[in-house]
């Protein structure tokens, strides 16, 4: 089959469908691969976060890393599957660590996390009614508590020291480790499969081809030619690389290569415990564990493990540690004999070498765009990143901050 567009996305994860809906009045098709790659964008925690405007190589990062990696049940880890390729983007990684690295990158996710947030709300997908928490439990919680509310007024985010009676006046559930409380004024949480279906429908004529590959992609008389594995041909003004944790594979075929790694996080859901009111996301600074309320469910997720882009699967081991690190925060019931009633789960983060995302113009190669490599926060980011691509393709003004999210940045 030979079909045209104007403009092809490769990827239909949240950023993809995100882009589509933000390009309706255009002609666009998106084509995803389907499983076993899809997923990660409809599985996650649905944490839409503001607070989280600075990039993930930051100081500090490497020796939370250290830390983490002589612990057997560390939130950061390295599997056994990590291809060799990994090491020239851990070295990147470490030399990006910085405080330049941070000024550079805050200015540009907080406009994107803001807008992203404003446009979330009005795509009508259903949001909690209460802000995210971020709950602290260590020694040092009340300290930690007061330097990370600092932290966001400096920043300019809205938040909120609550103090430990108060919050268990609010949540109940929370259990006597809890010492400390920030609300984060501007955070909140969604079901992240709700908004993938609400946005892959903004667009009615949006043509979205599941199971399509992109397994080759030609220049051709200033158009682009992609050819899927099932034979499909496909003739776009513009592409969009929206893969994912694979992106790196789909840009080399266009010969660029785009520094990303896929960091397997982990997920269980489990119906509302009794007595939980769990109106509020949180996120549990010491146990680096995620919770949010699904409806009748909370959903818990753990876990930054660099690996191959090919691994999704689920350890058991670390199922039960991601229970029990919730379990330190909010009164559950004992962990069921039977694991698969958590509905355990994985999805793979693509990481970029210097955290924060690759959005804007492939410079050298007219009409091809990068959206990838958006880490903890392609959710939080999607519709922010649309608009950003979406201005870019209509030739639209882009703010020196957003500029700096470009892929300019990395050398091909
Ligand atoms: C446990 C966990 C919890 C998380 N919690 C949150 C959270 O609370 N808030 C938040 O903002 N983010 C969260 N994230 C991160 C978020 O899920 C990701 O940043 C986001 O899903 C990335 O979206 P994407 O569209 O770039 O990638 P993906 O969802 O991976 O989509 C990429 C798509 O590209 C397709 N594809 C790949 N190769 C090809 C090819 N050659 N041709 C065609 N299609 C192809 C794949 O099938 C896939 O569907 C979490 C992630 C995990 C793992």
Redesign the pocket.
């Known amino acids: 089959m030979s079909v045209r567009t104007n403009t092809l996305i ?7 469908v995100s882009i589509a809906s933000s390009l309706a009045d255009r002609d666009v098709m998106i ?4 499983e076993p ?5 409809i599985g ?6 503001v607070s989280h405007a600075q990039p993930f190589a930051a100081p500090g990062m490497i020796a939370m890393g250290v830390k983490s990696l002589l612990h057997a049940d560390g939130a950061f880890a390295f599997s056994a599957h990590l291809p060799l390729q990994a090491t020239s983007w851990i070295a990147s990684f470490m030399r990006n660590c910085t405080r330049r690295n941070v000024e550079k990158f805050t200015p540009g996710l907080l406009s994107l996390l803001r807008t992203s947030a404003e446009l979330i709300h009005s795509s009508g997908v259903t949001t909690t009614s209460t802000p995210t928490w971020e709950v602290f439990t260590s020694h040092k919680a009340a300290d930690q508590a007061r330097v990370e509310s600092e932290h966001f007024s400096h920043l300019g985010i809205r938040s909120l020291l609550i103090n430990r009676s108060e919050a268990l006046e609010q949540e109940p559930s929370l259990t006597p480790q809890v010492k400390a409380v920030v609300e984060l004024g501007e955070d909140f949480g969604l079901d ?1 499969r709700e908004l993938w279906q609400r946005l892959r429908a903004t667009n009615p004529d949006l043509v979205f081809h599941s199971h ?3 397994a080759a992609i030609a220049p051709s008389k200033g158009r682009y030619l992609v050819t899927t594995t099932s034979g499909m041909q496909i003739t776009a003004e513009n592409i969009v690389i ?5 992106s790196g ?2 840009g080399a075929l266009l010969g660029i290569k785009v520094p990303i790694i896929a960091a ?4 269980v859901s489990v119906p509302m415990p009794k007595g939980t009111n769990s109106l509020h996301p949180m996120i549990f600074a010491d146990e680096k564990t ?1 919770t ?1 309320p699904l409806g009748d469910y909370l959903r818990m ?1 753990a876990r930054f493990e660099l690996t191959h882009p090919n691994d999704r699967s689920i350890k058991e081991k670390r199922i039960r540690q991601l229970y029990e690190r919730a379990a330190t925060v909010l009164n559950l019931p004992l962990i069921p004999t039977n694991l698969a009633e958590l509905s355990p789960w ?5 990481a970029s070498a210097d955290g924060a995302p690759y959005i804007g113009p492939v410079p050298d190669l007219p009409g091809v765009y990068l959206a ?1 490599g ?8 999607s519709l922010g990143t649309a608009d950003l691509i979406s201005r870019y393709i209509r030739d639209q003004a882009v703010t020196p901050a957003e500029l700096a999210l470009s892929p300019r940045r990395f050398r091909h």
Request: proline content about 4%.
């Open positions: 490769i990827g239909g994860g949240i950023i993809g084509i995803d691969s389907g790659r899809f997923g990660t964008s996650n925690a649905g944490h839409v976060v992240p399509e590959l992109a929206a893969a994912g944790s694979w594979e789909v397997k996080g982990y997920s995620a949010g997720s994985t999805g793979l983060r693509p990838t958006h880490g903890l926060i392609g959710t939080a980011l």
